[in-house]
């Protein structure tokens, strides 16, 4: 299914626009998809630190080196 999004742009951004023949629905969607990307990266990247800072102390740095090693291993 396709959902339609709309913006309200100034006349003189849609002429000039229309002259350059930019695909205004691409651009957007681009857009769209890397500001979605960029909130996720930095939601993990909070959440990460957060979940980082709870097992301080409690999780062996060695220990999980060597899981991340035998993961990489397997696959």
Request: proline letters at 1%; a negative charge; hydrophobic letters at 35%.
């Amino acid at each position: 299914m396709v959902k339609t999004v709309s913006a309200k742009v100034p006349d003189e951004l849609k002429d000039e626009i229309d002259r350059e023949g930019i695909n205004v629905s691409e651009v957007i969607r681009e857009a769209l998809s890397d500001e979605l990307r960029d909130r996720r990266r930095t939601e993990l990247q909070r959440d990460s630190a957060a979940l980082g800072n709870q097992l301080a102390g409690r999780v062996d740095k060695s220990d999980v080196a060597t899981a991340v090693r035998e993961t990489r291993e397997e696959n």
